[in-house]
């Protein structure tokens, strides 16, 4: 993906759309979790005594070796209802991890194996080095990349120091995980296994060690695990690892390219309200969750039910290895997560020791750098295998990196670091909001642990009251701090500068590391009391801007730039949300005169409107034919006219060419000119601004409607006829089957966002990234009123009925009603209980 943006920031970076970052607001990025090519993690089959208590072994191969350690005894109780959401019910969090493990398995077995052979580092091991990148990014084949970043970032210390972190609870958990998944392993066996598994020599039993890896790929994804190609390009000068004998080093263009194909890869994302007593029809708690994700992969979200009988009861759906529920709800409250843009990452810059670059100078003090070695196993084409490796070097101010502009020299050298890197709280974390009897001990627990490693908490619970939290592990860097310690330009263009992922910080001095706050879990992070937080009975929003805005009537202000930046431009996904809520609810002296129901927010979360379309298309009508002013017009703007005025203003199945001709107008103009606006951004109106287009001004004019024409150009290039609609151009492939799929591009401010593409060169656009767990919760007298769909449907299996059943219900828009109580579940139709136990 090319990165998108279409606003001008007041910033001195770029203000990110959902396929884009940068540090100042932070826009996250997809991983080598997201990507089938990216994996690999530490030594293979060890499991450094962490406490692989099932006895599972680690074989090489398919065969599963596993007997009951004494004291490890699990069982379960796994109902299915419609579209294969499992209802699970155990007597502790032993028996919970081992039910989700044996559900999860029969539904996704092979998407969780696969990940595995990436976080043990073993891609190369088994598929081979993979492909150089085409852009130029970095001198290593992308398995062999990855690998020795997992490696690296799972040794065995760190797996080590993450397991003996984690509360009781949760390692009864993975153990349980762990057992359950290969309960099913041992039963169907190797040949029994799906097709793009079975058989396959690197599916093996899982182990606890592989759920901690899993647990640190996911804290890293939209962090560290970006950086992964440039991690492996950094070396000494003059000094090369043995990985990378074969490639030159990467030119200084090839590897600013490659930084902005990192900044441009799409993100996790989201949209989400929750609206209180003032707002709501019935006077309580609304909470709609709309997480953006991938279609395929181990970001693959999955649907769940988990109840310990007088301890936890909640329902949603979670991510592959997680035997929690991630995004849900519970009798008493819901809640939901975007994607924050608050840093986890900064570089720093670090002078060299002049005799030495491998040592570096700390005020005046010359410091040895750690080399640590990495080696991964490699196929060759004619089947050998041989080794590569490659030296990290690790420093206090993080691991030294090559990126973009920023290169080893004998002067200078660059690293980075994460501030999830040290975060092993995620399960304890959302183990805790799981367990939360109330929103008080929900937000107490997010603010006590900061473990959410990369999204803000929106929740409402049915007593009416809202709560926004955007609380993750961010670096300890104050305003002050930040200008006092901001590289200046020293050896590095200034204008390259602002293509950086993160803040480039001074690393010459003990100032400008990471402060520390007693008050927080973790050294060099903020404390969660400190972080941004909102408590409303009207409502709270967020669509992956910072916390500025989560409610206009009460701004959230004065925090770190790191943290949240205010008077910043908004995504159109946020003024799209913003703009509708305040329609909606027609407020006056701050508070809503109307109020709005679930069926109105469910409505308008699939009603695929184009928000961009409001703001632009009147004036490239304009410039039509037979308006005032027109010139002679040419054929193809005659079309895209005739297009334009004729689409529904919609991202929907019926929607005509007009979509396609705005998507290819805004990702090809827009983005390259933001001077067309009519009316710039304004901070004092960021939910109206920008809008308009300049044509009355012949210049602006002229730009607009060139790339009117070459729209059309460029559409019927890639296949799309004027009699198609979306629907028969943007769909999901399911076995034989082609599902048409609603929703359209971030940039056109579609909040049913969805990204696809072309995969097979027939014009036909595959859906691969956007709404995935849709969630609308609301509360009434009788408990909670549960819809959703699980876009891409619960099982990658093709033989499975829940293959694409949801899949189909979304495109028709037909939400599924959750059941919840035991009244609700026994209701439904073939429900058998199956007990499972060892």
Same mark, same amino acid.
């Given at each position: 993906?090319?990165?998108?943006?279409?606003?001008?920031?007041?910033?001195?970076?770029?203000?990110?759309?959902?396929?884009?970052?940068?540090?100042?607001?932070?826009?996250?990025?997809?991983?080598?979790?997201?990507?089938?090519?990216?994996?690999?993690?530490?030594?293979?089959?060890?499991?450094?005594?962490?406490?692989? @208590?099932?006895?599972?072994?680690?074989?090489?191969?398919?065969?599963?070796?596993?007997?009951?350690?004494?004291?490890?005894?699990?069982?379960?109780?796994?109902?299915?209802?419609?579209?294969?959401?499992?209802?699970?019910?155990?007597?502790?969090?032993?028996?919970?991890?081992?039910?989700?493990?044996?559900?999860?398995?029969?539904?996704?077995?092979?998407?969780?194996?696969?990940?595995?052979?990436?976080?043990?580092?073993?891609?190369?091991?088994?598929?081979?080095?993979?492909?150089?990148?085409?852009?130029?990014?970095?001198?290593?084949?992308?398995?062999?990349?990855?690998?020795?970043?997992?490696?690296?970032?799972?040794?065995?210390?760190?797996?080590?120091?993450?397991?003996?972190?984690?509360?009781?609870?949760?390692?009864?958990?993975?153990?349980?995980?762990?057992?359950?998944?290969?309960?099913?392993?041992?039963?169907?066996?190797?040949?029994?296994?799906?097709?793009?598994?079975?058989?396959?020599?690197?599916?093996?039993?899982?182990?606890?060690?592989?759920?901690?890896?899993?647990?640190?790929?996911?804290?890293?994804?939209?962090?560290?695990?970006?950086?992964?190609?440039?991690?492996?390009?950094?070396?000494?000068?003059?000094?090369?690892?043995?990985?990378?004998?074969?490639?030159?080093?990467?030119?200084?263009?090839?590897?600013?390219?490659?930084?902005?194909?990192?900044?441009?890869?799409?993100?996790?994302?989201?949209?989400?309200?929750? =609206?209180?007593?003032?707002?709501?029809?019935?006077?309580?708690?609304?909470?709609?969750?709309?997480?953006?994700?991938?279609?395929?992969?181990?970001?693959?979200?999955?649907?769940?039910?988990?109840?310990?009988?007088?301890?936890?009861?909640?329902?949603?759906?979670?991510?592959?290895? =997680?035997?929690?529920?991630?995004?849900?709800?519970?009798?008493?409250?819901?809640?939901?997560?975007?994607?924050?843009?608050?840093?986890?990452?900064?570089?720093?810059?670090?002078?060299?020791?002049?005799?030495?670059?491998?040592?570096?100078?700390?005020?005046?003090?010359?410091?040895?750098?750690?080399?640590?070695?990495?080696?991964?196993?490699?196929?060759?084409?004619?089947?050998?295998?041989?080794?590569?490796?490659?030296?990290?070097?690790?420093?206090?101010?993080?691991?030294?990196?090559?990126? @973009?502009?920023?290169?080893?020299?004998?002067?200078?050298?660059?690293?980075?670091?994460?501030?999830?890197?040290?975060?092993?709280?995620?399960?304890?974390?959302?183990?805790?909001?799981?367990?939360?009897?109330? =929103?008080?001990?929900?937000?107490?627990?997010?603010?006590?642990?900061?473990?959410?490693?990369?999204?803000?908490?929106?929740?409402?619970?049915?007593?009416?009251?809202?709560?926004?939290?955007?609380?993750?592990?961010?670096?300890?860097?104050?305003?002050?701090?930040?200008?006092?310690?901001?590289?200046?330009?020293?050896?590095?263009?200034?204008?390259?500068?602002?293509?950086?992922?993160?803040?480039?910080?001074?690393?010459?001095?003990?100032?400008?590391?990471?402060?520390?706050?007693?008050?927080?879990?973790?050294?060099?992070?903020?404390?969660?009391?400190?972080?941004?937080?909102?408590?409303?009975?009207?409502?709270?929003?967020?669509?992956?801007?910072?916390?500025?805005?989560?409610?206009?009537?009460?701004?959230?202000?004065?925090?770190?730039?790191?943290?949240?930046?205010?008077?910043?431009?908004?995504?159109?996904?946020?003024?799209?949300?913003?703009?509708?809520?305040?329609?909606?609810?027609?407020?006056?002296?701050?508070?809503?005169?109307?109020?709005?129901?679930?069926?109105?927010?469910?409505?308008?979360?699939?009603?695929?409107?184009?928000?961009?379309?409001?703001?632009?298309?009147?004036?490239?009508?304009?410039?039509?034919?037979?308006?005032?002013?027109?010139?002679?017009?040419?054929?193809?703007?005659?079309?895209?006219?005739?297009?334009?005025?004729?689409?529904?203003?919609?991202?929907?199945?019926?929607?005509?060419?007009?979509?396609?001709?705005?998507?290819?107008?805004?990702?090809?103009?827009?983005?390259?000119?933001?001077?067309?606006?009519?009316?710039?951004?304004?901070?004092?109106?960021?939910?109206?601004?920008?809008?308009?287009?300049?044509?009355?001004?012949?210049?602006?004019?002229?730009?607009?409607?060139?790339?009117?024409?070459?729209?059309?150009?460029?559409?019927?290039?890639?296949?799309?006829?004027?009699?198609?609609?979306?629907?028969?151009?943007?769909?999901?492939?399911?076995?034989?089957?082609?599902?048409?799929?609603?929703?359209?591009?971030?940039?056109?401010?579609?909040?049913?966002?969805?990204?696809?593409?072309?995969?097979?060169?027939?014009?036909?656009?595959?859906?691969?990234?956007?709404?995935?767990?849709?969630?609308?919760?609301?509360?009434?007298?009788?408990?909670?009123?549960?819809?959703?769909?699980?876009?891409?449907?619960?099982?990658?299996?093709?033989?499975?009925?829940?293959?694409?059943?949801?899949?189909?219900?979304?495109?028709?828009?037909?939400?599924?009603?959750?059941?919840?109580?035991?009244?609700?579940?026994?209701?439904?139709?073939?429900?058998?209980?199956?007990?499972?136990?060892?």
């Amino acid at each position: 993906m090319n990165s998108r943006d279409l606003r001008s920031s007041p910033s001195t970076f770029a203000r990110p759309s959902e396929s884009r970052r940068a540090w100042r607001l932070g826009l996250c990025v997809s991983t080598a979790a997201a990507l089938a090519a990216c994996g690999g993690s530490n030594s293979g089959g060890s499991n450094f005594g962490i406490g692989i @208590g099932n006895g599972v072994g680690s074989s090489s191969g398919p065969g599963v070796q596993e007997s009951a350690a004494p004291g490890n005894s699990y069982k379960a109780g796994i109902r299915r209802t419609a579209h294969g959401i499992p209802h699970i019910e155990a007597d502790d969090e032993k028996g919970i991890g081992y039910g989700v493990g044996y559900a999860y398995a029969q539904d996704n077995f092979c998407v969780l194996a696969e990940h595995l052979v990436t976080v043990r580092g073993e891609r190369s091991r088994y598929f081979g080095e993979g492909a150089l990148p085409a852009s130029g990014q970095g001198t290593l084949p992308a398995n062999v990349s990855s690998d020795l970043f997992y490696r690296q970032h799972n040794d065995d210390a760190s797996l080590r120091t993450a397991w003996s972190a984690y509360s009781e609870p949760v390692k009864a958990m993975f153990k349980g995980f762990a057992a359950g998944y290969n309960r099913y392993l041992r039963e169907t066996g190797a040949a029994g296994l799906p097709e793009s598994c079975n058989n396959k020599t690197w599916v093996r039993a899982v182990e606890e060690a592989d759920l901690v890896r899993l647990m640190r790929d996911y804290a890293a994804l939209n962090g560290l695990a970006d950086t992964a190609p440039f991690l492996a390009q950094a070396s000494p000068p003059g000094r090369a690892g043995s990985a990378a004998k074969t490639a030159p080093q990467p030119s200084e263009q090839a590897s600013q390219t490659a930084l902005l194909a990192m900044v441009g890869k799409p993100s996790t994302g989201s949209n989400a309200m929750a =609206l209180g007593s003032d707002a709501t029809a019935n006077g309580q708690g609304l909470v709609l969750g709309n997480p953006h994700f991938p279609w395929a992969g181990v970001l693959r979200l999955y649907q769940l039910h988990l109840t310990i009988p007088g301890r936890m009861d909640v329902m949603g759906a979670s991510l592959p290895g =997680l035997p929690i529920v991630g995004i849900g709800f519970t009798r008493d409250f819901a809640w939901t997560h975007t994607t924050n843009t608050a840093a986890r990452l900064t570089l720093h810059q670090l002078r060299l020791d002049p005799a030495d670059p491998t040592r570096y100078m700390v005020d005046g003090k010359s410091k040895a750098m750690e080399r640590k070695v990495s080696k991964v196993d490699v196929l060759e084409s004619d089947g050998r295998i041989a080794a590569r490796e490659h030296a990290y070097y690790a420093t206090d101010f993080g691991t030294v990196i090559a990126l @973009g502009p920023l290169r080893w020299d004998s002067q200078y050298a660059y690293t980075v670091r994460d501030a999830n890197t040290d975060n092993h709280r995620l399960a304890d974390q959302w183990l805790a909001m799981n367990q939360a009897r109330s =929103l008080d001990e929900l937000k107490d627990s997010v603010l006590r642990i900061v473990g959410n490693p990369w999204n803000n908490t929106l929740a409402a619970d049915a007593g009416g009251r809202t709560l926004f939290m955007s609380a993750t592990p961010t670096p300890n860097i104050s305003e002050a701090m930040l200008a006092g310690c901001e590289v200046a330009g020293a050896n590095v263009d200034p204008e390259a500068l602002k293509s950086l992922p993160a803040p480039l910080l001074r690393g010459d001095t003990a100032r400008c590391q990471w402060a520390n706050d007693p008050a927080a879990p973790q050294a060099g992070i903020f404390a969660g009391k400190l972080l941004p937080l909102l408590e409303r009975h009207d409502y709270v929003q967020n669509s992956n801007d910072s916390a500025w805005l989560t409610n206009p009537q009460a701004p959230l202000e004065g925090f770190s730039p790191l943290v949240s930046i205010a008077g910043s431009q908004q995504g159109l996904r946020t003024r799209q949300g913003l703009a509708w809520l305040q329609a909606t609810l027609q407020p006056r002296n701050g508070l809503p005169t109307r109020r709005v129901s679930q069926d109105q927010v469910e409505a308008m979360v699939l009603d695929n409107r184009v928000y961009l379309a409001e703001l632009v298309l009147a004036d490239m009508l304009s410039l039509c034919p037979g308006e005032s002013g027109s010139p002679q017009a040419s054929a193809d703007l005659k079309q895209a006219c005739s297009a334009l005025q004729a689409w529904d203003r919609t991202a929907g199945l019926d929607a005509g060419i007009g979509y396609g001709y705005l998507e290819d107008f805004a990702l090809s103009f827009l983005r390259q000119t933001p001077g067309a606006w009519r009316v710039a951004f304004d901070p004092a109106d960021p939910v109206n601004t920008p809008r308009g287009l300049r044509v009355e001004q012949p210049e602006v004019a002229a730009q607009v409607r060139e790339a009117m024409e070459a729209a059309v150009r460029n559409v019927a290039a890639k296949g799309w006829a004027p009699s198609q609609r979306w629907g028969d151009i943007q769909g999901a492939t399911r076995g034989a089957r082609r599902i048409p799929v609603p929703g359209g591009d971030d940039e056109l401010g579609v909040y049913n966002m969805m990204i696809s593409v072309d995969t097979k060169g027939n014009g036909l656009r595959e859906a691969v990234h956007g709404t995935s767990y849709l969630q609308s919760v609301g509360f009434t007298a009788q408990g909670p009123r549960a819809k959703a769909f699980l876009a891409y449907s619960q099982s990658t299996n093709p033989d499975s009925a829940w293959f694409a059943d949801q899949t189909e219900r979304f495109a028709r828009r037909e939400w599924v009603e959750l059941p919840f109580t035991r009244a609700q579940i026994d209701a439904q139709t073939d429900t058998a209980l199956k007990v499972i136990a060892e």
